[in-house]
């Protein structure tokens, strides 16, 4: 098993004012030759976007996109032809495939909205644009690592094309338990949402994340009640 930590104070920081950006990965004005991606997970953005405010309309073509708020409720419209509210407790994904338009503002003209974009590489080219939004309350479990992301339709959770899976937790204190890698090859990395985990002999602390690779499983104890973001992805 090979480890590396991802600290959260030293994320890429951007301050638009409407617009404070924490970025995992390359993106924007935030550039380490180091730190691009992970496998497949191209971008992991922690951002807060102030009422009413957001980003107008833009292009994506061949990326996975999936939106998690956090707090906040998200305002959608894109060029298929959706208009919606993604509100914290669901998820959102796009797969911009052979190309999308859409638009993403605060949903509320008094609260800030916080949420988790997250990009990743698709395993196909060119494909029909796609649009899925769920309710995590039909898998949510507490005190478990609940799957909400899959390849599969049929699966819990929405589905994307790439063979990765994401999983969530919100865990008490001194919980203790594992996770199963789910496809030979597959890395994963863990965003804490918040709280403090130790996994492989690490402590990790809000916003903290940890990039695993070579492993079939992992353990996760908790050291306070925590919520967390398991993302098991392809290297290649």
């Known amino acids: 098993m090979q480890t590396q930590v991802f600290k959260a104070d030293k994320r890429g920081t ?13 993106f924007a004005n935030y550039y380490n030759p180091e730190n ?5 997970l191209r971008v992991l953005n922690d951002d807060v976007i102030e009422p ?15 939106t998690i708020p956090l707090s906040g409720r998200l305002a959608h419209k894109d060029s298929m032809g959706h208009t919606s509210y993604i509100e914290s407790g669901e998820v959102q994904v796009m797969s911009a495939g052979k190309g999308i338009f859409h638009s993403e503002f605060n949903g509320s003209d008094q609260e800030d909205l916080n949420l988790f974009q997250i990009w990743l590489y698709p395993n196909a080219k060119d494909v029909e644009p796609r649009y899925q939004q769920i309710s995590l309350e039909s898998v949510a479990k507490k005190n ?11 699966d819990a959770g929405v589905w994307i094309h790439q063979d990765a ?3 969530m937790g ?41 990039g695993i690779r070579d492993a079939s499983s992992i353990e996760i104890s908790a050291n306070a009640s925590s919520r967390l973001l398991i993302m098991d992805v392809p290297m290649k």
Not at 14 to 26: E, I, P, R, T
């Open 52 to 66: 009413s405010k957001g980003f107008d309309t833009h292009p994506h073509d061949n990326m996975e996109i999936i």
């Open 14 to 26: 951007a301050d638009y004012g409407w617009l404070k950006a924490n970025y995992s990965f390359s």
């Open 170 to 210: 919100q865990i008490d204190a001194q919980w203790a338990g594992s996770y199963k890698v789910k496809k030979e090859g597959n890395g994963i990395y863990i965003m804490l949402i918040e709280g403090e985990v130790q996994i492989d002999g690490q402590i990790l602390k809000q916003r903290d994340a940890i």
């Open 36 to 40: 691009l991606h992970f496998g497949v």
């Open 144 to 154: 478990e690592l609940y799957q909400i992301l899959s390849p599969n339709e049929n």
């Open 165 to 167: 899976w994401f999983s």
